[in-house]
């Protein structure tokens, strides 16, 4: 608890914004079933959901047209984690809801710590979580939720990136491309893109606010891109 006092208002303040804004979600009495969302992701994870629970993906579905590879469409997100671990231990409705909810957790959770680690105090830091999480980053998860899948990892890979170049320890390289990689797993392959296309920037830019050599940032750069690769293969 003692490391959890620190941030006892952003706790507060950000577990309330999410029970009143995401209430419908909490309850279980609605759900984002706008456009592609009503008409492709959740009858996708329902089959989804049945497969996972029977200990196998949904490679080719039979009752889809003359036959769908479910897995192939990237936008399942079928080898993501999350939704391994959440459609798989619960009951369909209440993961394709929680899965969301938790999403929003996670992304405010991760801009809190990247922003305090960048100087905010507390409400500067919940201020940049509701940006992020209620702004114009997640507008399109109302009708695709992959969009909200991919993107939530954004500022925890930017937080790693930062650490490396500061502490230049191999760990937190490697493991910015492992949360790189499990992006492209999620199922929004662009966006997925153009988050390394902003890494690449980012480790250019913030390689001159510390003393490493723009050998060791190089260095960092591909090791971290050739991990993303890696992760990312089984779905590419």
């Known amino acids: 608890m003692k490391y959890l006092k620190p941030h006892y208002l952003f706790i507060a303040a950000f577990s309330a914004t999410i029970i009143i804004f995401l209430y419908p979600l ?16 959740y009858p996708w994870f329902k089959v989804y959901s049945d497969a996972i629970k029977s200990f196998s993906f949904p490679y ?14 990237g936008q399942i997100g079928g080898y993501y984690p999350l939704n391994i671990m959440f459609f798989f231990m619960l009951p ?16 405010g959770v991760f801009t809190y710590v990247y922003a305090r680690r960048l100087g905010a105090d507390q ?9 992020f999480c209620f702004g114009s980053a997640y507008a399109g998860c109302l009708s695709n939720i992959a969009t909200l899948r991919t993107l939530v990892w954004f500022p ?10 500061e502490k230049e ?16 797993l999620a ?7 153009y988050s390394m296309f902003f890494y690449a920037a980012y480790i250019a830019c913030r390689s001159f606010s510390y003393k490493g050599s723009m050998k060791k940032a190089i ?18």
């Open 26 to 41: 909490v309850s279980m009495r609605a759900s984002f079933l706008f456009g592609d969302a009503f008409v492709q992701f």
């Open 123 to 131: 409400l500067g830091g919940y201020l940049a979580a509701l940006l």
């Open 169 to 184: 320890k191999v760990k937190y390289i490697i493991f910015a491309g492992l949360i790189a990689g499990i992006q492209f």
């Open 60 to 73: 080719w579905v039979s009752s889809m047209g003359i036959g769908f590879p479910l897995i192939a469409e």
């Open 187 to 193: 199922g929004a392959i662009q966006m997925a893109a």
């Open 92 to 107: 369909f409705k209440i993961a394709y809801n929680y899965s969301i909810i938790a999403h929003f957790i996670l992304g």
């Open 219 to 236: 260095s960092g750069s591909i090791i971290f891109i050739i991990t993303a690769f890696f992760v990312a293969l089984p779905q590419v």
């Open 156 to 165: 925890l890979v930017l937080l790693l990136l930062d650490l490396y170049l």
